[in-house]
C-alpha cells in the first residue's frame, strides 16, 4: 500500500557530506491520503534506534541535539519525498538510517507510520 525508498547512503570518510532521500509511493495516493510528519531515524550497531530529524507537513523542524548545525532536513510535498543533508560527518554518525513517514487516510484524523528498509551510512575516521 505504501513503499518508501531510501537512497544516498554510503561511505565517506570523516568530514565527508551525504544527502538521503526518501521517496514515499503506492496505492494510497490514489485516494485521499496527506502526508503529516515525516522524518529520519538512525540506528548504530548495539544501540537503539535514535531520532535524526523530524519535519511537518509545515515545514517545522525538529531536530536531535546533537546534530543541529550539521544535519538539515527538507521535504517536498508534491513529490511525497523527504530529504536529509548531512555534513561534517563523522565516524558517530555511522549507522543505517530510517525513514519514517505518518500518512493519514481523510477524513480519519488518524494517521499510520510507516518505515522504510534503511540505508547504510559508514563514515570513517
Known amino acids: 500500500q505504501v513503499q518508501l525508498v531510501e537512497s544516498g547512503g554510503g561511505f565517506v570518510q570523516a568530514g565527508g557530506s551525504l544527502t538521503l532521500s526518501c521517496a514515499a509511493s503506492?496505492?494510497?495516493?490514489?485516494?485521499?491520503?496527506?502526508?503529516?510528519?515525516m522524518g529520519w531515524y538512525r540506528q548504530a550497531p548495539g544501540k537503539e534506534r535514535e531520532l535524526v530529524a523530524s519535519?511537518?507537513?509545515?515545514?517545522?523542524?525538529n531536530y536531535a541535539d546533537s546534530l543541529k548545525g550539521r544535519f538539515t532536513i527538507s521535504r517536498d510535498n508534491a513529490k511525497n519525498m523527504v530529504y536529509l543533508q548531512m555534513n561534517s560527518l563523522k565516524p558517530e554518525d555511522t549507522a543505517v538510517y530510517y525513514c519514517n513517514i505518518g500518512i493519514q487516510k481523510l477524513p480519519s484524523p488518524y494517521e499510520d507510520d510507516y518505515w522504510g528498509q534503511g540505508t547504510q551510512v559508514t563514515v570513517s575516521s
Open positions: 503506492g496505492s494510497i495516493f490514489r485516494v485521499n491520503a496527506r502526508v503529516n510528519t
Open positions: 519535519i511537518t507537513r509545515g515545514g517545522s523542524t
